[in-house]
């Protein structure tokens, strides 16, 4: 079989709002090269599974990670295929997908793409592995933040763990809602929908930790500054025995008036945390915001603590449970928010990561357990001296094997991506999944053809055992 050149790579990574699209793999990987709506349209005529790339009644083929219209996704697929690959080529496609795409879907789309797309090589493999790939590692744990929910997966060994991925219905537009509940108490007043959109979206909007001193004021306690600070001392006696009361009166309220501008202008100079209010531009008009820019993301950050504990618990294994808090990788759209990846660290870590003395343990134990409520290692009774560790002095038993703490994470960490990849180094991190399929593409076409049969379905293989054949390759 002829190798597969990097030219004639095609990934397709579909979403519930955009598909990004790259046709050829560059020799150093970049951001995704084409991004375009996740729309195909029905066609008028009203005739089933008649549809255009141009006109007619909107259709969102993918609705919070689901395929809710596989004809409607098939024709997105075909549309990406025919638009980006020259006529005569013979691509090889790689499809990013997602654990709420069911079996029959993924066999019903490997027939399309071989039967009607007349594809040669093809793939489809997990957006969490994907995800993985960009991180370089081999356990991990995946966040995906959407637009509706957030999916929490292991990674074990580079396989998903599927059957202990966790759902949270929480995502993008929780926040959006959050704001919108929190407005009419705010200066800014009751704002719509789009409004709050727009908010969550701009540069004013950000996320920090409560219990800084300067951020303080912006969640009910007394400032205890004097803001308005005394005009100068005066001799009021000599004022009115010279009689220049009104004179003074005037210079004192024009000094007044000149120092509240120039309050205005240094606020107008002080970084967005420290201003009492700023200026949401929407749709041509101001609006004033409070402490409104500031709120919002709690109920999302709570749920994702919640869905973590859940998903970790499910992994058996306590070496693989601490490599997953060792490898947090966290994605997505909403993540772009400032502070929201530092907030969300900051309660894993508050809930989860157990504190203990160097020479103390729990003695170890399979009992399964995320991190919560569970024993620091300090106090009476809540934990063993580790036997040879010197805390008490005795010599380990023949034939004890140290397998660590019995109860994790002792530490957790943020996934960082290779160094490699210097284009993707200021990027923003909704889209690093599709820098793991670039780098997925590289390594399952652009192997040695004896070794790489195995990674994805090619035509002859696809008429031989036809679309379950896909399973032995999807990720």
């Not at 370089?136 to 995906?144: D, F, G, K, M, R």
């Not at 763990?161 to 009419?184: K, L």
């Not at 969640?219 to 004097?226: V, Y």
Request: hydrophobic share 35%.
């Amino acid at each position: 079989m002829a190798p597969i050149h990097d030219k004639d790579v095609l990934i397709i990574f579909p979403g519930s709002e955009v598909t990004h699209v790259q046709y050829g793999l560059p020799e150093s990987f970049t951001p995704p090269s084409v991004t375009i709506p996740s729309v195909i349209y029905k066609h008028p005529d009203g005739a089933e599974n008649h549809f255009s790339a141009v006109e007619g009644t909107p259709v969102s083929p993918i609705v919070a990670g689901k395929i809710v219209d596989l004809p409607a996704f098939c024709y997105l697929l075909r549309v990406i295929i025919k638009t980006f690959v020259p006529i005569g080529a013979s691509p090889a496609v790689l499809l990013a997908s997602s654990i709420h795409w069911t079996p029959l879907q993924i066999e019903r789309i490997t027939q399309f793409v071989f039967q009607t797309c007349h594809v040669p090589y093809f793939t489809i493999e997990l957006s969490s592995l994907l995800t993985t790939c960009a991180y370089n590692c081999q356990t991990s744990l995946v966040i995906e933040v959407g637009k509706e929910k957030t999916d929490i997966t292991p990674i074990i060994d580079w396989v998903p763990g599927s059957s202990m991925a966790v759902t949270v219905e929480a995502g993008g537009d929780t926040v959006t809602q959050s704001i919108i509940d929190a407005s009419s108490s705010d200066i800014s007043g009751p704002l719509s929908w789009d409004q709050a959109t727009a908010l969550k979206k701009s540069g004013i909007y950000e996320v920090f930790n409560k219990d800084s001193d300067s951020y303080s004021r912006f969640f009910g306690e007394a400032d205890t500054t004097n803001k308005e600070s005394d005009a100068g001392e005066f001799d009021v006696a000599k004022i009115v025995v010279d009689g220049k009361a009104q004179e003074f009166v005037a210079s004192h309220e024009k000094t007044k008036a000149e120092d509240g501008e120039e309050g205005q202008n240094s606020e107008s100079d002080l970084p967005n945390h420290e201003r009492d209010t700023n200026f949401l531009e929407y749709d041509g008009m101001k609006i004033e915001v409070g402490s409104l820019r500031f709120q919002g993301t709690e109920d999302l950050v709570n749920k994702i603590v919640d869905g973590v504990g859940i998903a970790v618990s499910h992994i058996d294994s306590i070496p693989a449970r601490q490599d997953c808090w060792s490898n947090i990788c966290l994605v997505g759209r909403t993540l772009t928010i400032p502070g929201l990846k530092e907030s969300i660290m900051a309660a894993l870590h508050a809930r989860y990561n157990i504190v203990r003395s160097s020479t103390m343990s729990e003695i170890p134990t399979n009992i399964n357990t995320p991190g919560n409520q569970t024993p620091t290692g300090s106090g009476s009774g809540a934990a063993t001296p580790i036997p040879g560790s010197g805390a008490s002095g005795t010599p380990a038993p023949e034939g004890y094997h140290d397998i660590g703490h019995g109860q994790v994470p002792t530490y957790m960490r943020l996934a960082k991506i290779s160094e490699h990849f210097p284009e993707w180094k200021n990027y923003k991190i909704e889209d690093t999944p599709f820098l793991g399929a670039q780098i997925a593409a590289k390594v399952i076409f652009g192997a040695a053809p004896t070794a790489s049969d195995s990674l994805y379905v090619t035509r002859y293989s696809y008429n031989i055992s036809g679309p379950r054949t896909i399973w032995d390759v999807y990720g």
